[in-house]
C-alpha cells in the first residue's frame, strides 16, 4: 500500500473520419494536423497536473473520443510512457471498426494498450446505414478478432437499441452474434436524440423510434443473453465476464477523482467539476499562454455532492452501503418511499435498484437529487 489516493486520467482526443448523423460529441476532421496540434495541448496540459498526478496512484488510463484510434500509435505510446501508471493499470482505447487491422492493434499494443472498447452498435448493415456508421457488420466482427489476434484480452463492445426503425428481431440477432465475439466486457446505450445534431432535426427519424414497450423487450433481452453467455450485469448498462470489469468506469460510479484532459474533457478534482472549452484553438490558446483551458467549473455543496455520489454509486449492482453515505433525513425518506413503491430494495444497511428501479433509474435519480 502506498497510501496515495486514486486519480484516474482521461485523455479526449476528438478526430473522426465521418461525424454520425446522432453524434452530439465534440468531433474534429481526421488530419494530422490536428492532431500535432491536440499533442501538444496535452503535453501542455498534463504539464500542470504533473505535481498532483505524482501525488497519485493511476489505476486507469483512458483514450476516448471520437476515435482515439486514429491518433497514432507512436503518440499513444508517448502519453503512457510519461505516465506513472499503477503497473497493473487498465489502458484503454476506444476505436471504431472501421481502420482496425492486425497490424494496427498489434502497434497499440506494444504502446502499452491493454483494452480497447469498440464502438460497434449494431451487427446490422441496414441499422448500421441508419446510425451512418462508417463500418459494416462483418467489419466490425472483423476487428474484434484482429484486437483478439493482436493480443489484447480485454475487449469491450459497445452496443445500441432504440434506433430508428430498429426490429426486435434485429436486435435479437445482434445480441445473439455479439456474445459469440471474443470479449470481455459490454455496455449497452439507448439512442437519444440530442439537439444540435442532423438526427434532432428529422422529425421522420423520431417517428421511427421503437416505441416504449418494444424498447423495454429490448433491455430485457439483452440483458438475459448476456447473463445466459457469462456477461454478468455489474452497472445499469454494463456486463462484464469473469469479472472484467471496467476499472475506469467503476472510479466515475464510486467517486474516484479524474482529471480529462483535451478539449471538451471533464474532470473532478479537489471537490471541483470542471470542463475544458469544446474547441480546439481555444484550448491550445488558452495552454500557450499558460492558463487554464476550463470555461466552466463548478463546486457543489457538501450535501448535494454526498446525494450525487450516492446516487451514481446506485447504478452499480451491489447498491449502496448506507452506513457509508451521510445523507440528509429528507433524502432517507425519499428512499423509503422509493423502497415503498418498488423502486429500491433493502437488505440490512443495503440500498439496491429493483429491476424496475433498474428501468426508471432516471426517475430515481431524479427524485433523489
Ligand atoms: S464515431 Fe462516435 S464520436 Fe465519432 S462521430 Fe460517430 S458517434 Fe461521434
Not at 473520419?17 to 490536428?34: A, M
Not at 452498435?121 to 472483423?142: C, M, P, Y
Request: proline residues 4%; negative net charge; glycine residues 6%.
Amino acid at each position: 500500500m502506498t497510501g496515495k489516493r486514486e486519480l484516474s486520467l482521461y485523455y479526449h482526443i476528438p478526430f473522426c473520419t465521418r461525424k454520425c448523423d446522432y453524434c452530439h460529441f465534440y468531433v474534429l476532421p481526421n488530419q494530422e494536423s490536428l492532431k500535432d496540434q491536440l499533442f501538444e495541448g496535452f503535453l501542455l496540459e498534463k504539464e500542470r497536473w504533473n505535481s498532483v498526478i505524482s501525488h497519485h496512484t493511476i489505476p486507469s488510463l483512458y483514450f476516448g473520443g471520437g476515435t482515439p484510434a486514429l491518433f497514432g500509435p507512436e503518440r499513444i505510446a508517448a502519453i503512457i510512457d510519461s505516465t506513472p501508471l499503477d503497473s497493473h493499470a487498465e489502458i484503454t482505447l476506444e476505436a471504431n471498426p472501421e481502420n482496425i487491422t492486425y497490424a494496427l492493434m498489434d502497434a497499440y499494443k506494444r504502446a502499452g494498450v491493454n483494452r480497447v472498447s469498440m464502438g460497434i452498435q449494431s451487427l446490422n448493415d441496414e441499422l448500421l446505414a441508419v446510425l451512418t456508421r462508417t463500418h459494416g457488420a462483418q467489419k466490425a466482427i472483423d476487428a474484434v478478432y484482429a484486437c483478439k489476434e493482436a493480443g489484447i484480452k480485454n475487449i469491450s463492445i459497445d452496443l445500441m437499441y432504440d434506433v430508428p426503425y430498429q426490429t426486435l428481431e434485429q436486435w435479437n440477432d445482434t445480441l445473439s452474434k455479439a456474445v459469440m465475439l471474443p470479449i470481455t466486457h459490454l455496455s449497452l446505450y439507448n439512442l437519444t436524440f440530442e439537439p444540435h445534431t442532423v438526427y434532432f432535426k428529422k422529425a421522420a427519424l423520431k417517428k421511427a423510434v421503437p416505441h416504449e414497450e418494444a424498447s423495454l423487450q429490448m433491455y430485457q433481452n439483452a440483458v438475459r443473453t448476456f447473463e445466459q453467455s457469462g456477461l454478468s450485469r455489474y452497472e445499469i448498462s454494463a456486463f462484464a465476464k469473469n469479472g472484467h470489469v471496467s476499472r475506469h468506469n467503476v472510479g466515475y460510479w464510486t467517486g474516484r477523482q479524474f482529471l480529462g484532459f483535451g478539449p471538451s474533457a471533464f474532470s473532478d478534482y479537489g471537490g471541483k467539476r470542471f470542463r475544458n472549452v469544446a474547441n480546439q484553438s481555444k484550448y491550445l490558446a488558452a495552454l500557450r499562454n499558460g492558463t487554464s483551458p476550463a470555461d466552466f467549473e463548478e463546486e457543489l455543496d457538501p450535501a448535494a455532492k454526498v446525494r450525487e455520489l450516492f446516487v451514481i454509486r446506485m447504478r452499480l449492482k451491489e447498491g449502496c452501503d448506507l452506513t457509508q453515505f451521510a445523507l440528509d433525513t429528507e433524502t432517507l425518506q425519499t428512499i423509503q418511499r422509493l423502497i415503498a413503491d418498488g423502486f429500491l430494495e433493502q437488505e440490512a444497511n443495503q440500498v439496491k435498484l429493483t429491476d424496475k428501479g433498474i428501468l426508471f433509474y432516471d426517475t430515481v435519480a431524479s427524485e433523489l437529487i
